[in-house]
């Protein structure tokens, strides 16, 4: 039990100092608040007239992929704070200390759920003064809430495994870019039937499409699709457990042995 302790202690003390960190850098609070707020007002700016979809305007079509666009973005941020903290030799520096090394880990994961949410939030308000009414049935909002707690943990444990195996920060923000163009080839921001082919076979079937498709139901208070819902969750759940394991492999590999 104390160990259990022990460990949740270390990892709120990991992720407060992920926070302060990211206060520190403006970096970090440009690319998690002020560019999620700028891609909402372009994406509308620009396309907002030109792309017509029937029965539902762009503003409520495009939140769910601007939302999961800004943490895969997010994501990316994550992915160059554990490369940093792997390759300045500051988890060497932790492991003399009586902590948890595991903690280190979990600290970023915190982290950077508080700094996505934020960001969620950042962008859903933009978009409301943009026009987006989005349902606050205590329903359609758990399953948001649900889909952003499981695609933020993908991310996240991604990020954490691209921290890791990398050896520059430079690195670890060129894999973890890859994270960032799966939205844009999913329904997020055009539907899956107007992409090309190939395209639209790859957009139909990838994890961040059954997402989306859930997220902006829900939003838009329509009835829940139970079979794309569970197809979301699947996803979130086994990529998830995927990326958790592979990240605490590599990092014992590297640090642990």
């Not at 850098?25 to 909402?40: E, G, K, Q, R, V």
């Not at 990316?76 to 792997?86: H, P, R």
Request: proline fraction near 4%; aromatic fraction near 10%.
């Amino acid at each position: 039990m104390k160990s259990k302790t022990k460990r949740y202690n270390d990892t709120f003390t990991m992720a407060g100092r992920c926070l302060l960190l990211s206060k520190r850098n403006p970096d970090t609070f440009l690319t998690s608040i002020i560019l999620p707020a700028l891609m909402m007002l372009l994406f509308i700016s620009l396309f907002g007239n030109l792309i017509q979809i029937e029965g539902i305007s762009y503003v409520d079509f495009i939140v769910p992929g601007i939302l999961l666009q800004c943490i895969a973005q997010g994501s990316s941020t994550t992915a160059i704070m554990v490369n940093k903290d792997v390759t300045s030799g500051i988890v060497t520096r932790f492991s003399t200390l009586p902590i948890n090394k595991i903690s280190i880990l979990n600290g970023h994961i915190l982290e950077a759920f508080i700094r996505s949410i934020m960001s969620t939030v950042v962008v859903v308000l933009i978009a409301m003064l943009l026009g987006f009414r989005p349902s606050f049935h205590i329903t359609d909002i758990g399953i948001v809430l649900i889909l952003l707690v499981g695609i933020i943990s993908v991310l996240s444990w991604l990020a954490v495994i691209v921290g890791v195996i990398t050896n520059s920060a430079e690195g670890a923000s060129s894999l973890s870019a890859l994270a960032i163009i799966l939205p844009y080839l999913s329904s997020g921001f055009v539907p899956t039937e107007t992409l090309p082919s190939i395209l639209k076979v790859f957009a139909e079937y990838q994890p961040m499409t059954s997402i989306i498709d859930t997220m902006r139901n829900a939003f838009l208070g329509n009835a829940l699709d139970i079979q794309v819902f569970i197809i979301a969750l699947t996803w979130c759940i086994g990529l998830t457990i995927l990326f958790y394991i592979l990240s605490f492999v590599l990092f014992k590999k590297r640090f642990c042995n």
